[in-house]
């Protein structure tokens, strides 16, 4: 992986959002990657027939665009749900029979942020990942032809485990398409390939599972490394995210 292939797009994995200046994300591909549990939320509202999914940067903003749109309102601080808002980020509160033709506006600590970063910055297109549309993000980012952001949103500008091996099992899966000359990239990979057999196990031991855990969250968290048991693609269109699949 790591010769260089100068015909082929570029590819990076950026560890924090405090890191995402300090790349090139004009025309690029970004993949906003929040496992636990953003993203891996919005994939399975999308998958179940929402309509269309509005990530918001604040809970008043959340407020005010669920009033003018007539959605549902989602987002959570602490494992308990925003005051004002009506859900929370679980991906169990959307299945087809509540989420089905309608909106959700939702906002996150983490992965929302990071997107509304990645458009200010003039991302070509935007699209949100987690291990249960893994496959629709690997298929969509080798049919563009163009340079790859994999933006991991961490815990609070910080590190942390579960969206870089999100990003190594994208990486794992598109490495012949893309020129890849990238530390944090080859990390994130090997870090994948080290741990793919007993995933499960491993994802215990990370400081996230173990914040959300205090919560009762658990099944949440086994849902959001499952592959492929929400192959929606959802990407960023007029203000909202809609399901291209």
């Known amino acids: 992986m790591s010769d260089q292939k100068p015909n082929l797009p570029s590819l990076h994995t950026v560890l924090t959002p ?6 090139e994300i004009k025309d690029s591909v970004v993949v906003i990657i929040d496992v636990f549990r953003a993203t891996s939320t919005i994939a399975t509202a999308l998958y179940n027939g929402a309509n269309k999914v509005i990530p918001v940067d604040s809970p008043e903003l959340c407020i005010e665009v669920g009033k003018q749109t007539g959605g549902i309102t989602a987002g959570e601080r602490d494992g308990k749900i925003i005051p ?3 859900y929370g980020n679980s991906p169990s509160e959307y299945p087809r029979s ?4 309608k909106t959700l506006v939702i906002t996150t600590t983490n992965g929302t942020k990071l997107l509304h970063m990645a458009l200010k910055q ?3 297109n935007i699209i949100t990942g987690s291990f249960p ?4 993000v690997v298929e969509f980012i080798k049919s563009q032809n163009a340079p790859v952001i994999l933006g991991c949103s961490g815990w609070k500008n910080k590190f942390n485990i579960e969206d870089v091996l999100f990003a190594g099992a994208i990486i794992e899966e598109v490495k012949a398409n893309f020129d890849i000359h990238c530390d944090s990239s080859f990390m994130a990979n090997q870090l994948y390939r080290q741990q793919k057999d007993h995933l499960t196990e491993y994802i215990k031991t990370v400081t ?3 914040r959300l855990a205090a919560y009762g969250l658990e099944e949440d968290m086994l849902y959001c490394i499952s592959k492929d048991t929400a192959p929606s693609l959802p990407i960023f269109k007029e203000g909202a995210l809609i399901n291209q699949a």
């Open 84 to 86: 004002g808002l009506s």
């Open 133 to 136: 549309n893994l496959t629709k």
């Open 98 to 101: 509540f989420i089905e033709n």
């Open 122 to 124: 003039g991302a070509k």
């Open 208 to 210: 996230h599972w173990h």
């Open 18 to 23: 405090q890191l995402l200046d300090l790349y």
